[in-house]
């Protein structure tokens, strides 16, 4: 399309939404107005104002087709009209607060942890009895990991949603979830949940219906009579879980259909196509803000969206759904904002990541790379990959981590690996082999996930503990390989907490938990190695956490000295990442600058005592005599810096 057209087309668009603006503002009015006060509805309409040019064109282009459009519209905003109504007086005011800090999430101040209810605390009303622990650890930020209720046996531990406003019972209520997020909040946590938003669970209310004959509820899924379109659909997909099914679909016998069924059997793919189901998904979404929910994780993200003759995945009309699904949250809910959940090529993870659409991402490249540097011994990888992929837009962030309650999977790009001469397939064997004990040397101790015996390709299961080392240093005894491993854990750790954004701490990593071998004995888990790391928080092993006679003591005050570092230093606020080849395969080197502050970081992912020359540093930016903020202790370097083993420097100008 040339720039004319284009321009005429933004044009007509711009007079469409005002002419429904028009239209809508004053339905709005009255059947609303009367619900809140004078001040309250001018703000809102304020908002509605500024928001809705965006909304409109992502709406038109989602279903501008539909001859009804201009109802589901209306529908649509009458639907965030009534949640915002709904709205609990000190969740607008903490709209108010962030409309007036909107970038609050890029504070220094914001550490992450997650963990599951019942493995973490036992129930809802317990974990309120743990915050002193998290407020201990300097924590902002809470993920609670699926709660909803869901099937009983399989329901892909948690994410196959049954209801998205009741919660599991035996973990508690919806108003303990509600009464929880208030007291996080008044402790300064913002509470972090996640919207399984690409399927629910086949006992689904919607789902329920559907299986009953309902034609209205099945048109909330993807259904078919037959095998044809299912065959052609199939021709361009990739398999997602092939021990679960083959393909994305499951036949229905009572109802003589096809389900799609992207991941497992009882997960049903939602049909976004449908407007309606849009609208019922942001009442859903809404009433978790109006929970309390601060920040939302969209989980498979690249899914929500189906096409014939393509693989289904990061289709543009997936990013539209999350964009109006932003406007809106901009409109009725201004305090919560998304983080995506999007494992798939490192240049499609960042697409979704934008002010207008997920100011918040994981970034499993980082992860993964990390694990990488340790079992390489050598940075090129991660340092070529930052270089080319972290830069994300102004007002948004990464969340960091080193591992979480899922597998570790290699998500780095194959290009980034065969530039520092490695075969990217057998370099991925290799990892797998290093973390799961199978090469020789190795000092980790994990499983291997969904392991392919004709391809050795698999993922990684295991604790941080355990993967960095002090498993095996603590069986055998060997205190140099324990100090060793424990280097390594703060050393990635550090990095995630140095390095820009939000880092995220799976709790029980901060006290060196190992793997927890009896899962293999519960027959709901039994086969699935996620479970080595995801058994139950050891309150008793927390009492070491201020031993340092023990690996948890040593763990845990390391990591609270980097995280008070963090908390001290504005470099790592609203600042930009700069990274620097250090001159050193071993040494991974950047910067940390805004306007008020700048941050030096250098990180030997090494066993050995690594030099770095003098002059080439003051070439990147570092003065003759620097502070390591972590350490505490003045650093000269004339000639030559030297690293210990598995060092992280955090370096500031001396005074």
Not at 552 to 574: D, E, I, K, M, T
Request: aromatic content about 12%.
């Amino acid at each position: 399309m040339d720039t004319n057209a284009q321009l005429a087309d933004q044009q007509w668009m711009r007079e469409q939404a005002q002419r429904s603006l028009d239209r809508l503002l004053p339905r709005l009015e009255q059947r609303f107005r009367d619900a809140v006060d004078e001040v309250e509805w001018i703000a809102y309409v304020e908002r509605f104002e500024r928001h809705f040019p965006r909304l409109f064109n992502r709406l038109y282009g989602l279903y501008g087709g539909c001859y009804d459009f201009f109802y589901h519209l209306e529908s649509i905003v009458a639907s965030a009209t009534a949640m915002w109504i709904a709205r609990p007086p000190e969740l607008k005011a903490l709209d108010a607060m962030r409309g007036a800090d909107p970038y609050w999430y890029q504070s220094n101040r914001m550490v992450g942890a997650m963990c599951y209810v019942d493995l973490f605390a036992g129930d809802l009303a317990r974990l309120r009895e743990r915050i002193p622990y998290l407020t201990e650890m300097g924590i902002t930020y809470l993920h609670l990991m699926p709660l909803f209720r869901t099937p009983s046996g399989d329901d892909d531990g948690g994410y196959a949603v049954s209801s998205y406003r009741e919660v599991d019972p035996s973990l508690g209520t919806m108003e303990q979830l509600a009464e929880l997020a208030t007291e996080l909040r008044h402790h300064g946590i913002s509470l972090t949940l996640d919207f399984v938003f690409n399927h629910t669970s086949d006992e689904h209310a919607w789902a329920r219906a559907a299986l009953a004959g309902d034609k209205r509820y099945q048109q909330y899924y993807r259904m078919f009579p037959d095998r044809t379109l299912p065959d052609r659909f199939e021709q361009t997909m990739p398999e997602v879980f092939t021990e679960d099914h083959p393909g994305a679909f499951t036949y229905r016998t009572g109802i003589k259909k096809w389900v799609w069924t992207t991941f497992h059997t009882y997960q049903w793919d939602l049909n976004y196509e449908n407007p309606e189901v849009f609208n019922r998904m942001l009442e859903e979404m809404l009433f978790l803000a109006n929970q309390g929910v601060e920040i939302l994780r969209l989980d498979a993200v690249a899914f929500i969206w189906k096409r014939l003759g393509t693989n289904s995945q990061n289709l543009p009309e997936a990013h539209w759904v999350i964009q109006a699904f932003n406007a809106l949250v901009s409109i009725a809910a201004p305090a919560m904002v998304f983080k995506s959940e999007a494992i798939v090529h490192p240049d499609q993870v960042r697409e979704y990541i934008g002010n207008d659409e997920c100011s918040l991402s994981y970034n499993p490249q980082l992860m993964a790379l990390l694990w990488d540097a340790l079992a390489t011994r050598d940075v090129r990888v991660l340092l070529r990959a930052m270089e080319r992929r972290y830069a994300i837009p102004d007002g948004c962030a990464w969340v960091n981590y080193v591992r979480s309650h899922d597998d570790i999977g290699w998500a780095f790009a194959d290009d980034d690996v065969a530039a520092v001469g490695f075969e990217p397939a057998s370099h991925r064997r290799f990892l797998t082999r290093f973390f799961t004990g199978r090469f020789e040397g190795s000092f980790a101790r994990g499983a291997p996930f969904q392991e392919d015996p004709s391809t050795g390709d698999a993922r990684v299961s295991g604790t941080c503990a355990s993967l960095t080392g002090i498993e095996q240093a603590l069986e055998q005894g060997d205190e140099e390989e324990l100090e060793l491993a424990i280097r390594r854990v703060l050393l990635i750790h550090g990095v995630i907490i140095a390095i820009g954004g939000i880092p995220l701490i799976y709790l029980g990593d901060e006290i060196a938990t190992l793997n927890d071998y009896g899962y293999d004995s519960d027959p709901e888990k039994i086969g699935d190695s996620r479970w080595l790391h995801r058994g139950a928080f050891d309150w008793e092993r927390a009492e070491q956490r201020r031993d340092m006679s023990t690996a948890p003591g040593r763990v845990y005050q390391g990591l609270l000295r980097l995280l008070q570092v963090r908390g001290q230093s504005q470099a790592f606020a609203y600042g930009e990442t700069e990274f620097l080849d250090s001159g050193n395969k071993h040494v991974f080197g950047f910067l940390r600058t805004n306007s008020e502050s700048t941050v030096f970081v250098l990180a030997n992912f090494s066993e050995e005592t690594q030099g770095l020359e003098a002059r080439r540093l003051r070439q990147m930016g570092m003065r003759k005599t620097m502070v390591d903020l972590f350490a505490g202790r003045t650093i000269v370097a004339t000639q030559e810096l030297l690293l210990d083993p598995y060092q992280i420097l955090i370096l500031a100008k001396a005074s």
